[in-house]
């Protein structure tokens, strides 16, 4: 039985040329100042405002185009910016799908790639790195949104500083979803969002998992929504709520196409 009680949804609209794409939210730890990142490589900060659990508006800042140089990389780009999260000392860290990189951007604004990784460069660009997370020991956690087979696990890698990259567990695949989006809890426990795709509209599901190294968790599942629910949900933000009850805040891509929208779903779940 699912564990997580849907509270919201909130249709965002916004008159601006670029508005739309968001593929991942981190959230403050009171869930109420919010960062989006489009996959078209900008930002746009704002408040989200609820009134009894529900959101209820959104204000927000102009968009912000992210300035990071090709020169990063090997060969020209493509900013396909699909994961995003930040560490304890406020770094922003993302994910190219395209590129299979991480980059993270420095205090003094300036932006660094992580190391390269050979299970990473194997992934096929355009199905690569989805999801990004970070732990309280400020390791990031990448999963790709591909596995090798249709039943085979999704690979989390880790990175450490002065460790490097690492594969310290895999997670099972089932049912046509895919990773697209990871948080690590104010539990410690890292929460994986999928996304599934049957022909007349997108399905959801969220599970969590121990960061115990295991190879093939399950998990534990804790929503899974029927189709045309909700749109293309690809962000997930983790946070605690006044009551203790954890919040599962997700955001739409809606591929800037007229017949899809942004949208804010917020569950609640037990701890």
Request: aromatic share 10%.
């Amino acid at each position: 039985m699912p564990l997580a009680r849907f509270l919201s949804s909130y249709h965002w609209t916004q008159d601006r040329e670029d508005f739309g794409g968001y593929s991942a939210i981190t959230l403050a730890p009171d869930g109420a100042g919010f960062v989006l990142l489009s996959d078209r490589a900008h930002v746009i900060e704002g408040t989200i405002f609820r009134h009894e659990g529900r959101i209820i508006g959104i204000r927000s800042t102009e968009i912000a185009p992210l300035d990071f140089s090709d020169d990063l990389f090997d060969k020209p780009l493509k900013r396909d910016t699909e994961g995003m999260a930040r560490d304890s000392a406020g770094r922003l860290y993302l994910a190219l799908e395209n590129a299979n990189r991480v980059i993270r951007r420095e205090s003094d604004g300036s932006w660094a790639t992580l190391p390269a990784y050979p299970a990473i460069d194997a992934l096929p660009p355009n199905r690569g790195l989805e999801a990004l997370a970070i732990g309280p020991d400020d390791a990031v956690y990448a999963i790709p949104e591909v596995s090798d087979g249709l039943q085979e696990p999704f690979p989390v890698f880790r990175y450490r500083e002065g460790a490097g990259w690492d594969q310290p567990m895999s997670i099972t695949r089932s049912n046509g979803y895919l990773p697209t989006g990871a948080d690590i809890g104010p539990d410690g426990r890292l929460y994986v969002l999928e996304r599934g795709f049957g022909g007349f509209g997108f399905y959801s599901r969220v599970r969590r998992f121990d960061l115990t190294g295991e190879d093939d968790a399950e998990g534990e599942t804790l929503l899974t929504s029927a189709t045309r629910r909700h749109d293309n949900l690809e962000g997930l933000a983790v946070w605690q709520a006044e009551d203790g009850s954890l919040r599962l805040t997700m955001v739409s891509d809606d591929n800037f196409q007229f017949f899809q929208k942004t949208e804010i779903v917020e569950y609640a779940v037990s701890i």
